[in-house]
Each structure stands twice: as C-alpha cells, then as structure tokens.
T-cell receptor
Framework: DVKVTQSSRYLVKRTGEKVFLECVQD?????MFWYRQDPGLGLRLIYF???????EKGDIPEGYSVSREKKERFSLILESASTNQTSMYLC??????????FGSGTRLTVV | GENVEQHPSTLSVQEGDSAVIKCTYS??????FPWYKQELGKGPQLIID?????GEKKDQRIAVTLNKTAKHFSLHITETQPEDSAVYFC?????????FGAGTTVTVRA
C-alpha cells in the first residue's frame, strides 16, 4: 500500500512565524497535492506538483508556497502564519490522475 | 469544492437502514467521480469510484450511480452499520485535479 506520511499531527505556531509542513510518499508517485480542510467547506486545493521542481497554484494559494526538491517530498510553507490559516492540512499523492492517497493530516493552530 | 455541490451536510440513520448522499457537478468534461470516507483523526480514504462510461458500480454494501445528462452522482450505503459513521466526500476530476464537495457527516444510530 502507498503510504503518505505527514511529519506532524498537531502544530501550534505564533502569528508571523514561518511554518513548514512536510509530506513524504513512498511509492514513486509523480503527483502530489496540498489541501486544507475546514468545516462546511470540504477540501480545498492549495498547491500541487506533477514533477520534481514543478509547482502549480490551486484554488487558494494566497499566503502559501511549496517546494518539491525530491520526488518523494512535497513541502507546504506558510511564509508568515496568520490566524486564518488555522486549519487541517492534508497531503495527497497519485501516480495517474486517479487514485489519490491521503496522509493523516496536520492540524495547525496559529495563535 | 467550487465545482461540486454535496447534500445533505448531515445524515442520521438507524442501523440497518440505507443512506444516500447526492452530488452535482458543473463541468461536462469531468469523467471520474470518486467517493472518500474520513474517520475521526484520519485522512480521507477512497471507498468507491465511477468513470463516466459507467452508470452504476457496486461493491458489497456500497454503490454509486452516475447520471451524466443531469450531472449528478450518488452514494448509496445499504444495511448501515455503526462503523459506517464518518464524513463522506464526493469529488470530480477536472483538469487532472480533484475538486471535493463540502462533505456529509453520517451518523448511524444503534
């Protein structure tokens, strides 16, 4: 089974801090995605990547950036954390356009 | 998600009864429709999916139907059990990306 691992289950950060959320997948998938999940809004796509060094904006990229230096690792960066970025963050990977596998999520609280 | 509407937002059913969740999409080019189940403290897991060349697909107690003309698809869970309690998300594939519905919280009453 494909495993997608997110480095932290829970994080508490202060407003203005630079925050890194890490995601690693172990099945050589080309595609990786970052979503945020908020009650009543479902999952919204922040950024995605189809290959190493590639990145594309999703539906809500403002306030975020990403890095994909290696195929298995996709990092989400909050340049200056704000309270409205308190959320559950989910990473996913896929080999083709089907069959996303999600990590367990990182619940980020910005105080 | 922007392109997918999901109803209802909450659903409470008696154990043994059926549960139905409905989604509509807007882009006629969408051709893949997965359903995900998210249990507490876990990421979403794919439970069933359907492609646009198929009208219905069944896997044990779970079935999905697709009406391309009306642009809607539904998840049917029969003989519900307590372990079916979870949040369910529908999604559609658009331009190689999945767009998700807002989710349905299903509670199965014993």
């Amino acid at each position: 089974d494909v495993k997608v691992t997110q480095s932290s289950r829970y994080l508490v950060k202060r407003t203005g801090e630079k925050v890194f959320l890490e995601c690693v997948q172990d099945m050589d998938h080309e595609n990786m995605f970052w979503y945020r999940q908020d009650p009543g809004l479902g999952l919204r796509l922040i950024y995605f990547s189809y290959d190493v060094k590639m990145k594309e904006k999703g539906d809500i990229p403002e306030g975020y950036s990403v890095s994909r230096e290696k195929k298995e690792r996709f990092s989400l960066i909050l340049e200056s954390a704000s309270t409205n970025q308190t959320s559950m963050y989910l990473c996913a990977s896929s080999l083709l356009e089907y069959g996303y596998t999600f990590g367990s999520g990182t619940r980020l609280t910005v105080v | 998600g922007e392109n997918v509407e999901q109803h209802p937002s909450t659903l409470s059913v008696q154990e043994g009864d059926s549960a139905v969740i409905k989604c509509t999409y807007s882009d006629s080019a969408s051709n893949y429709f997965p359903w995900y189940k998210q249990e507490l403290g876990k990421g979403p897991q794919l439970i069933i999916d359907i492609r646009s060349n198929v009208g219905e697909k069944k896997d044990q107690r779970i079935a999905v139907t697709l009406n391309k003309t009306a642009k809607h698809f539904s998840l049917h869970i029969t003989e519900t059990q307590p372990e079916d309690s979870a949040v369910y998300f529908c999604a559609d594939l658009n331009d190689y990306k999945l767009s998700f519905g807002a989710g349905t919280t299903v509670t199965v009453r014993a």
